[in-house]
Each structure stands twice: as structure tokens, then as C-alpha cells.
């Protein structure tokens, strides 16, 4: 009977102590899907477009907006520069809007007040909890950079995200087909863009190449869409001619 207990009292003792490495190791390992923590700046609250990106649920991190950089915000609000009070008040109403984003995980951590300035305090969270700086003030991220702290930047989103081609920009397409409204031709880009372009229906369906210049751009949510008109080409100057004139004669 004691044997008996011995043993079931070994089982217990291995399974538990199994159980318990694989926790610890659970602990310990690298977490590959954790989220980042985001400590955001105040260029970026002051910028305004970070909470669309919220909005939009691309914020999938935890955002985390330090108590120094609104009291930042609430000193430029209050200060007499009109400029720096107006966008100091706005990012002070983007605070507020981030925080009730269902979609985005925002929260206001409270660091201590100390006696650095903000861009310092800021790279010393971002180090002392493994965090990335969410900026759009270019030499923070330098500096950031320098001291292995990641960065990242909104711009460098939008620049991702614009379109290939701006207005004023020209390209030579096939129209395939005709547009809705008269005398419209649509084309399509190599990544699937409409194009519609003014005045292009009769090369509809020709399979001739016809240079457009682009006009505007428009983003939905069903997708883009851009338009154009038929590119003009350049007149070359007629040359000047000398009309009834005759050549001149060297008179001795």
C-alpha cells in the first residue's frame, strides 16, 4: 500500500513538474505575435491622421500616449504663438477621439514627470519597454535610430499609399471601351486603376496607343479611380522665312 502511494505520489510530482517547465518555457520563449507598444509623439497627435489609421483598424498594436506629451500639448495650447495653440489644441481633440476607438487599443501611460525634455523622455520609454516611437518628426527618428530604438513614421505610410501617378503626369494607354457619360473612353492601368479619360471614344476599342495626361486622382472606398484627357502634343515653332526679299549684293 505504501509502495502504491509512493508511486502515485511520483506521478503526480512528474506531471505537475512537466506541467510547470512548459509554462516557464511558454514565459520565456520570444513572443513572435505579441503586440508592440507604440508610444506616440506629439507631431503626430498635432498631424491628426493617425486617428483614421485607427479608425481604419490598421492599429493593431498598443498604442500608448505618454502624460508628459499631453502636458506638452496642454503648454502649447496655452502658450502665444496662435499657429502652435491652434495645432496643439487639435491634437488634444485627437487624443480624445483615439480613446474612444473601438478598433485601437489606446491607452494614456503615466510616466513621471521628470526634467528631460519630451523627445528624450520619449526614446527612454521606447527603450526601457522594448517599444517603437510612432513620429513624423524626422530627426527624432534619426536620433532614434542611432540608439537602436525603431521609429516609424505616417509619412512614410501616405508616400506607401499615394498613387503612381500625380497630375500633370502623362502615359501612353489603350482605350477599351467607352465611358458612361459622352465622349468619355475608359482605360485600365497595369494595376487595374479605371481611367477615365474626356474625348476619348472614338479610339474605344482600336487597339491604338493614345498618350493621356492625368487630371485628378480619386480615392472611395470601393477602390481608385483616375482622370484624364488626351495629352496635346507639342507644336513645334515654324521656322522664319524671308519673304520678297532679295539677297543682298555686294556693290563695289
Not at 28 to 44: G, M, Q, Y
Not at 146 to 169: C, F, K, V
Amino acid at each position: 500500500m505504501e509502495l502504491f502511494i509512493i508511486i502515485l505520489l511520483s506521478a503526480i510530482f512528474a506531471e505537475t513538474s512537466a506541467l510547470t517547465a512548459r509554462e516557464l518555457a511558454r514565459k520565456h520563449a520570444p513572443a513572435k505575435s505579441a503586440r508592440r507598444k507604440l508610444f506616440v509623439d506629439t507631431s503626430t497627435l498635432m498631424d491628426g491622421r493617425i486617428l483614421s489609421v485607427a479608425k481604419a483598424g490598421f492599429l493593431g498594436d498598443e498604442v500608448l500616449i505618454p502624460r508628459s506629451v499631453i502636458r506638452e500639448l496642454q503648454l502649447l495650447a496655452d502658450g502665444g504663438d496662435s499657429e502652435k495653440r491652434a495645432r496643439a489644441r487639435f491634437g488634444l481633440d485627437i487624443v480624445n477621439e483615439l480613446e474612444r476607438v473601438e478598433l485601437a487599443d489606446v491607452n494614456i501611460f503615466q510616466d513621471e514627470d521628470g526634467r528631460v525634455k519630451v523627445d528624450e523622455r520619449l526614446l527612454e520609454l521606447a527603450k526601457a519597454h522594448h517599444g517603437i516611437i510612432l513620429t513624423n518628426d524626422f530627426n527624432l527618428a534619426k536620433v532614434a535610430a542611432t540608439e537602436n530604438i525603431d521609429a516609424i513614421n505616417i509619412n512614410d505610410l501616405a508616400q506607401g499609399l499615394r498613387s503612381e501617378y500625380l497630375p500633370g503626369d502623362k502615359l501612353d494607354v489603350k482605350i477599351t471601351a467607352v465611358g458612361a457619360n459622352p465622349h468619355q473612353g475608359i482605360a485600365h492601368l497595369s494595376d487595374g486603376t479605371m481611367v477615365v479619360i474626356d474625348d476619348a471614344d472614338r479610339y474605344a476599342g482600336k487597339n491604338q496607343m493614345v498618350t493621356i495626361e492625368f487630371v485628378r486622382y480619386l480615392q472611395t472606398a470601393a477602390g481608385k479611380m483616375m482622370f484624364a484627357k488626351l495629352a496635346t502634343p507639342k507644336q513645334s515653332k515654324p521656322k522664319k522665312t524671308t519673304v520678297g526679299r532679295r539677297p543682298s549684293r555686294n556693290r563695289k
